[in-house]
């Protein structure tokens, strides 16, 4: 299901940088859907589907802990 | 009575494939350690022989493949176990799903049937594989699947499930923290996928549990 506007436009942005810097031989595999390679995940995000929205939620969620030192803290 | 263990593990696609070779080892681990283990390998992982086997009490379940919130999968993505449908009783059996969000609906149902505890994903599980690799080989998807084998080494070494647990996760973060300072090209990447991963494992159920069925 695709739904126009659903994620914020610099996320996305900064998603699909993030993206970008994958290798071509790296694929992702996510659930029962497939493997993605970085050029269909970031197809995903632009299309703002389901699993794009979940590549900007984990990268964002990502940064934020990261800065917020949550991930070298927690052990 | 002795210790039993029962692994479902398919391997008809590529990732059912690296969860099968990873549950090997975890198979091998569990023998030298006198288990009586139950091996659904492959084909075998069939809605038919499941149903068969999880008449007999198991200590411990270590179930692969793809999942939904209800459903866990084996061999060509066939059900073996659908919330709230299957009416299996699972004994007191600790259970872990490698699954996708198998710890949203169907953890909880399964400790509804008996299940001791519940180790599983609340949302997708997610692993990074390097396109021309075997799985033996992969380092990369090593980061992702040596930790979560972690969860079960430490179940069959007789800790709890509360410390099996932290074991997996310290060994996710040990990774970020190697990942994050190596040369590697998808540093960044690799480690919000293990972040991912640790947020989303959950424990439902008593966490004191030991496969030994003696609480810490």
Redesign the interface.
């Known amino acids: 299901m695709t739904k126009k506007n659903k994620i914020n436009p610099i996320l996305k942005k900064i998603t699909i940088a993030?993206?970008n810097?994958?290798?071509?031989?790296?694929?992702?595999?996510?659930?029962?859907t497939q493997?993605f390679t970085k050029n269909d995940l970031v197809k995903q995000i632009n299309q703002e589907t389901e699993i794009g929205c979940?590549m900007v939620d984990?990268?964002m969620?990502?940064?934020q802990?990261?800065v917020g030192g949550k991930?070298?803290n927690?052990? | 009575m002795p210790r039993t263990f029962l692994v479902t593990r398919p391997n008809h696609e590529?990732?059912t494939n690296?969860l099968y070779f990873y549950s090997q080892a975890l198979i091998d681990f569990a023998k030298k350690k006198q288990y009586l283990v139950t091996d659904l390998a492959g084909k075998l992982a069939n809605p038919k022989e499941f149903h068969k086997q999880i008449k007999n009490i198991f200590l411990l379940i270590l179930l692969n493949g793809?999942?939904?919130p209800h459903i866990i999968?084996g061999w060509n993505?066939q059900p073996l176990i659908t919330a709230p449908v299957s009416d299996y009783d699972f004994h007191s059996a600790i259970v872990y799903a490698r699954s996708?969000?198998s710890g949203k609906a169907l953890g909880p149902y399964l400790l509804k049937k008996n299940a001791r505890v519940f180790i599983g994903y609340r949302?997708?599980?997610?692993?990074?594989?390097?396109?021309?690799q075997s799985p033996d080989k992969d380092v990369?998807a090593k980061l992702f699947l040596g930790p979560s084998n972690l969860i079960v080494k430490n179940l069959l070494n007789g800790r709890n499930v509360q410390k099996s647990d932290q074991k997996s996760?310290?060994a996710v973060?040990n990774n970020?923290?190697k990942v994050l300072k190596s040369r590697l090209?998808?540093r960044?990447?690799i480690?919000?996928?293990l972040?991912?991963n640790?947020?989303c494992q959950v424990v439902l159920g008593d966490d004191q549990s030991k496969v030994s069925g003696i609480s810490a």
């Open positions: 993030r993206l810097t994958l290798s071509d031989k790296i694929r992702i595999n996510i659930g029962q493997s979940k984990i990268q969620q990502f940064l802990d990261l991930i070298y927690d052990a | 590529l990732v690296y793809h999942g939904s999968t993505n996708c969000q949302d997708n599980y997610i692993f990074i594989t390097t396109e021309g990369l996760r310290q973060q970020i923290r090209q998808n960044q990447q480690a919000a996928f972040w991912h640790i947020n």
